[in-house]
């Protein structure tokens, strides 16, 4: 047991002892410590493991309104209380990091809400708004929680490990019971929860990283340190089983980073090792079934092929756990020495260097060589009319139909280069661009969706909130040993010396690795993971996975300096005087001055109000679905719901055409056509706005051939349908019309049609 002497490496690397343990707190307790009793850390873990939950199952992918709707508004509501709490409650002395993150967001925000004013899509513009919101709020919280509860940061870790396990192990579970779970998947790759299998992967690589601290950090429980190595197995099987090479390359990354910038390596190598090995022998295992690897696989089948990997599984993880018990057992009895450590690190950085030596040889060799391997590989990579299909080889392939995405994306951000199509606006605005008929909503890659969205301002906005997060988050990670001193800084000093990113040092020597200094550390790694794959895919558009990410950049951004002083002296002071209670008293409401009550107030009032707003076009389809519901049997109430979803979201052109239905069938086709056409005058780029004006015109010249032009009659039909066609050339493609797409025969049909009927 450690003792108040001077500290050793274990206990420079763990941190204070925790409360209850007869040993005085750390001065750097919580603000709100009085109100949080004790350091106990199982319900905070708990709590943080269920909101990503919540967000991960009902949100899913985020491409269904409603649940994605429920999901903005609980966030927004909920941040907007914490913020007020913090605000209230917290004493006001320290100073506030994290606002110019905030800020900045708030403004990316701001943008993309006022986009609706230039956006080919509107009311898809008005709901990203909402999305972002929700964002904002999410990211808010979270600086004002490192600020109000730092030392709660392990639960922060150990909630995204929790939650990606049972995402993960939800995931596994639809293969192994199919027939229960998903019965009617036929796709091979894991994407449930999701719906999404890169998704799903992203959620495995980012629950690598924080089991790399669990399973490596020398302060904690040592059980909860070997359960690390069975999360470990089970989320490394999904992010293979998931197919998702961005995932994996986002993975690489991040723990290449961690190993560079955390000094717990033989640690972490014992725990991904461990995992890598047992997760290889499942996975091999799954990729010689055809029953798991092939797509359309019957359901008897795939249910026998099932029950053997979930065998599997449950082998690997009793296995792994007995490792991690093994081995939390051999180095809590005794750390290894110093040279045995430097021996072995020396030993894996031989081994990675064979490893690469190797493959060059293996490529040099090849019959293309390393030169023509490598410029094969660029061309695959920007092909646009690459094909990969989803097998186990997809994992090892370089070809991806991201190059078409971004290759579009491009050409949407040439035609609009200052501020974009509109938050969204992509999916529409690619359409006059696009060489084959792939329906996508997204560019796969915030970098061209923000170019072709938000243009070059969209683009420098968010350039700008990332250089602001990533000085704000170095303050508490400092992740290259180094710091930035500024003229006020040393003048408060005294000192005579130039500011600039000087060395990272406390009393002249190396600043220590604290354990929270490492959870940090660990928390930019979740982030850079996510920030990677956010790069080559849309998964910025994913509530789960976004969620996990804004909160470990909002801790980060709002957490500030670590404690400078050292683990000895904090120590010496503690045992001499005793924990500051003023650090630790929350305030009490006698003491909140009007300044913070208003600004407590107005946080909360905002955050309502951004639920409102979020709500609207859930509001609106609610409204126009039961229109369409009451058409048959209550026609003036028809008519009053379809009016109230026009209101309620007046961008949303479904609402419009609900509200052109119900005036079509109430005999009023003269003001169905003025709503069709307040339709395409809302949504001029939008090919589905001009193709129900151009049907329902055809629809009047085949009833009434010598109509009047204001009821739609001549060949107005030819030209609606014809905007239709030019804005989406492949709706009517040869390719989509010999494959039987029932939809570019119906429209092909149409315009033929169109063509026949005489003119007046």
């Known amino acids: ?130 999305r972002l919101l929700a964002y904002s709020g999410v990211f808010a919280a979270s600086v004002a929680l490192a600020r109000a509860v730092p030392t709660r940061w392990p639960a922060v870790l150990g909630g995204i490990a929790l939650a990606a396990v049972v995402v993960c ?90 190993f560079c910038i955390v000094p717990l390596r033989l640690r972490g190598v014992a725990v991904l090792a461990a995992g890598t090995i047992g997760a290889s022998l499942v996975v091999g295992w799954d990729f010689s079934q055809p029953a798991l690897t092939t797509e359309g696989v019957l359901l008897g089948t795939r249910v026998t092929a ?113 501020l974009g199509a509109g938050a969204e606006g992509y999916r529409a605005a690619r359409l006059r661009y696009r060489t084959a008929p792939i329906e996508v909503r997204h560019a796969h890659g915030f970098v061209v969706q923000t170019l072709a969205d938000l243009g070059l301002v969209g683009l420098a906005l968010a350039l700008t909130l990332l250089v602001a997060w990533m000085a704000a988050a170095g303050r508490s ?25 000087r060395s990272f040092r406390i009393a002249g020597r190396p600043a220590p690795y604290s354990a929270e200094r490492i959870g940090t550390l660990s928390m930019l790694c979740v982030v850079v993971v996510f920030g990677i794959h956010s790069l080559v895919d849309w998964t910025w558009y994913v509530p789960g996975d976004a969620f996990v990410a804004l909160l470990c950049a909002g801790w980060l951004a709002g957490r500030g300096p670590l404690d400078p002083t050292t683990a000895d002296e904090r120590a010496g002071e503690q045992a001499i005087s005793g924990p500051d209670p003023e650090a630790t008293r929350p305030r009490s409401l006698r003491e909140l001055d009007p300044m913070h009550a208003f600004v407590a107030c107005a946080a909360v009032i905002a955050a309502l109000l951004a639920a409102w707003v979020q709500w609207q076009p859930q509001s609106s389809e609610n409204a126009s679905q039961e229109a369409l519901s009451l058409l048959a049997s209550n026609t003036a109430a028809a008519s009053s719901a379809a009016q109230t979803g026009v209101t309620r979201d007046p961008l949303s052109v479904q609402a419009l055409f609900a509200l052109a239905t119900v005036q ?23 090919p589905e706005t001009w193709l129900r004006l151009g049907e329902y015109d055809l629809a009047a010249d085949r009833s009434t051939p010598r109509a009047s032009a204001a009821e739609g009659g001549g060949r107005s039909a030819v030209s609606e349908l014809g905007a239709s066609i030019y804005l989406n050339p492949e709706s009517i493609s040869p390719e989509a019309v010999a494959a039987g797409n029932p939809e570019a025969i119906a429209i092909q049909n149409d315009y033929v049609e169109a063509l026949r009927v005489p003119a007046n």
């Open 664 to 686: 079509q069938q109430t005999d009023d086709p003269a003001l169905a056509r003025v709503t069709l056409q307040h339709a395409v005058r809302l949504q001029p780029s939008n």
């Open 1 to 130: 047991m450690s003792t108040l002497t001077a500290p050793t490496d274990h206990q420079l690397e763990a941190g204070p002892p925790p409360s209850g343990s007869g040993a005085p707190e750390a001065r750097g307790r919580a603000p709100l410590g009085g109100l949080l009793r004790g350091s106990a850390l199982w319900w905070p873990t708990i709590l943080i493991a269920g909101a990503i939950c919540f967000v991960t199952f009902v949100a899913g992918g985020g491409l269904h309104l409603g649940p994605t709707t429920a999901v903005e508004m609980a966030l927004t509501i909920a941040s907007g209380l914490i913020v007020a709490t913090t605000i209230v409650l917290v004493p006001p002395r320290a100073r506030v990091y994290g606002l110019w993150s905030v800020g900045l967001l708030l403004a990316f925000t701001a943008l993309t809400g006022l986009s609706v004013v230039w956006s080919v899509l509107p009311n898809e513009s008005f709901k990203d708004a909402g």
């Open 477 to 501: 990670t400092h992740p290259f040993n180094r710091r930035w001193t500024s003229w006020r800084a040393l003048a408060d000093r005294g000192s005579g010396e130039r500011p600039g990113w």
């Open 169 to 258: 192990g939800y995931a596994l579970l639809t293969k192994v019971f199919p027939s229960q779970l998903d019965a009617n998947d036929v796709y091979a790759r894991l994407r449930a929860p999701y719906d999404y299998w890169n998704a799903t992967g992203l959620t495995a690589a980012m629950g690598v990283i924080c089991c790399l601290w669990l399973g490596a950090r020398r302060s904690g429980h040592a059980l909860l340190s070997a359960l690390a190595y069975p999360a470990m197995g089970l989320l490394l099987v999904t992010l293979l089983l998931a197919y998702s090479r961005g995932a994996l390359v986002a993975l690489a990354l991040g723990v290449a980073l961690w």
């Open 306 to 418: 099932g029950r053997e990997l979930g065998a599997l599984l449950v082998a690997m993880l009793i296995l792994l756990t007995l490792v991690g018990l093994a081995v939390g057992f051999f180095t809590g009895r005794q750390a290894p020495r110093q040279r045995l450590r430097r021996d072995a690190g020396a030993a894996l950085l031989a081994l990675m260097a064979v490893a690469v030596i190797a493959l060059a040889g293996a490529l040099a060799v090849s019959h293309r060589g390393l030169p023509g391997t490598i410029s094969h590989g660029f061309h695959s990579l920007t092909d646009t009319n690459a094909k990969v299909s989803n097998t186990p080889g997809r994992l090892t392939a370089v070809a991806s139909v991201r190059a078409r995405y971004w290759n579009e994306a491009l050409q949407v951000f040439k035609a609009h280069p200052v």
